[in-house]
């Protein structure tokens, strides 16, 4: 998983002992590197991983027998595109180099940006870059604007730099969640079930004693963030799953979001083979 608020249940489940009382053992992986954490995935060193949806879809290149079983989060607000001032016209941003994990979930999130100065990626210089790296890059003049994620927004924030379109922008279209491989899901099924039990328990002590939370995570995090903040990131219990898992046409429908990703990816050539949102999405793992 990826240091990220939206999957921070698992990691209490495991603190709170909610692992061992369903018999299960998790061991918990924080690479701190979203293109290492894809690849390992994709070589089966990992069972299951914390992504967003978007990565999901592109995984499918390498890991084609793969599906979303839990959806841990709606960011909100926490995916964020940042520079030292907003362009304040098109003419502005014509020419600039923007960094995002190519091939990622935010491409869509800046072609969004884009769009709304009547831009296209022709229009700027895209460079390639993990969200642990974009400060660094920003602060080195590699880059005009960067997409990263809390922690590392709050840390560029103290730096000067601003939010200038966010997830806010954007509801609905940047869901993270846990996924697996099916033939994982298919060996495991009961494991899985009470695996998602015990995330869907964790979740709701957290909300129910947010600041002993974020202690303890603080404390199972030490060396890796001093922020465990849930700012911008809208967690999702078990009625918000079964809401998201239901087909529909807006970006209220996890299924709809899967498709606007594969068109993009098969817009941009990263896709040859379509895989389908029914693949994609699993709810029968839902307690």
């Given at each position: 998983m990826d240091l990220w608020a939206g999957y921070y249940p698992?990691?209490?489940?495991?603190?709170l002992g909610y692992f061992k009382a369903a018999g299960l053992e998790v061991e918990v992986s924080i690479p701190e590197n979203t293109r290492r954490l894809l690849s390992d995935f994709s070589a089966g060193r990992y069972d299951g991983v914390c992504v967003s949806m978007g990565d999901?879809?592109?995984?499918?290149?390498?890991?084609?027998?793969?599906?979303?079983?839990?959806?841990?989060?709606?960011?909100?607000?926490a995916d964020?595109?940042?520079?030292?001032?907003?362009?304040?016209?098109?003419?502005?941003?014509?020419?600039?180099?923007?960094g995002t994990s190519l091939t990622g979930f935010g491409e869509l999130l800046v072609l969004r940006f884009l769009a709304r100065f009547g831009l296209s990626f022709d229009d700027v210089k895209l460079v390639n870059a993990?969200?642990?790296?974009?400060?660094?890059?920003?602060?080195?003049?590699?880059?005009?604007?960067?997409h990263t994620w809390e922690p590392y927004v709050s840390q560029a924030k103290a730096k000067g730099y601003a939010a200038i379109f966010s997830s806010a922008d954007t509801p609905g279209l940047i869901i993270d969640g846990l996924i697996f491989h099916r033939s994982v899901i298919e060996a495991?099924?009961?494991?899985?079930?009470?695996l998602l039990a015990s995330w869907f328990r964790a979740l709701a002590w957290w909300n129910s004693y947010p600041a002993e939370?974020?202690?303890?995570?603080?404390?199972?995090?030490?060396?890796?963030t001093s922020d465990v903040s849930r700012r911008g990131i809208r967690l999702l219990g078990l009625a918000d799953n079964r809401a998201k898992f239901r087909p529909g046409d807006t970006d209220a429908s996890a299924f709809h979001v899967v498709d606007?990703?594969?068109?993009?990816?098969?817009?941009?050539?990263?896709?040859?083979r379509r895989p389908k949102a029914l693949d994609l999405i699993d709810p029968r793992l839902l307690p």
């Open positions: 698992l990691l209490l489940a495991q603190e999901m879809v592109t995984l499918t290149r390498s890991a084609p027998a793969i599906s979303m079983v839990l959806a841990s989060d709606e960011s909100a607000g964020v595109l940042l520079g030292r001032a907003p362009p304040a016209s098109a003419a502005a941003l014509k020419g600039k180099r923007i993990d969200a642990s790296e974009v400060l660094a890059m920003l602060e080195k003049g590699e880059l005009d604007f960067g495991r099924t009961d494991a899985l079930r009470l939370g974020d202690q303890r995570l603080l404390a199972l995090l030490k060396g890796k606007q990703f594969v068109e993009h990816f098969v817009g941009r050539g990263y896709l040859v």
